[in-house]
T-cell receptor, first 111, second 115 residues
């Protein structure tokens, strides 16, 4: 079983829609959690960190449930520019802060 | 401030050839790592380093060597290229974790094709 699991999608949504991505992780000792965004053929870039209390950055809201080992990302009022692959990322416990990536969820926002 | 740079951007190798993928960062980060990204597999950790002179294996280290003689550079060596090493390779760096979710910065990637 992969350590970080995501629904691969693709998610096709119209502009203005709200879309939610889910992610589960298997190692209960994981320490830090992130959502990264990756545009086609580009490097991943940090979208936001995820905290147990939940956190929001503009149209993006991230939630962490440590008991269920579950992470979510909510995008409100989707824009065309949100089209990308969203990567759920968890720090490995024993590897000097290297990241453990989910396979990513593809989002396409259409006019 | 260039961030993380990788060279070359593209490379074609023949089976059995060796080469070195270069990675450099100018942010004085102690942590550096190499990932490969394959379709349907996501990014997988090859090797990582927590400081100059210290390296360790990641999830898929076979066929690759690394060294870290300076804080800035973290080259990845393919010893004898195989078609299974056809992939996109990303180098990343970050400062040590403090529990606040430090950003890892990625280079633009090297696209490698092994024939």
């Amino acid at each position: 079983r992969k350590e970080v699991e995501q629904d691969p999608g693709p998610f096709n949504v119209p502009e203005g829609a709200t879309v939610a991505f889910n992610c589960t992780y298997s190692n209960s000792a994981s320490q830090s959690f992130f959502w990264y965004r990756q545009d086609c053929r580009k490097e991943p870039k940090l979208l936001m960190s995820v905290y147990s209390s939940g956190n929001e950055d503009g149209r993006f809201t991230a939630q962490l449930n440590r008991a269920s080992q579950y992470i979510s990302l909510l995008i409100r009022d989707s824009k065309l520019s949100d089209s990308a692959t969203y990567l759920c990322v968890v720090t490995k416990v024993y590897s000097g802060y290297a990241l453990n990536f989910g396979k990513g969820t593809s989002l396409l926002v259409t006019p | 401030n260039a961030g993380v740079t990788q060279t070359p951007k593209f490379q074609v190798l023949k089976t059995g050839q060796s080469m070195t993928l270069q990675c450099a960062q100018d942010m004085n980060h102690e942590y550096m790592s190499w990932y490969r990204q394959d379709p349907g597999m996501g990014l997988r950790l090859i090797h990582y380093s927590v400081g100059a002179g210290i390296t360790d294996q990641g999830e898929v280290p076979n066929g690759y060597n690394v060294s870290r003689s300076t804080t800035e550079d973290f080259p990845l060596r393919l010893l004898s290229a195989a078609p299974s090493q056809t992939s996109v390779y990303f180098c990343a760096s970050s400062s040590p974790p403090s529990g606040r979710g430090e950003t890892q910065y990625f280079g633009p990637g090297t696209r490698l094709l092994v024939l």
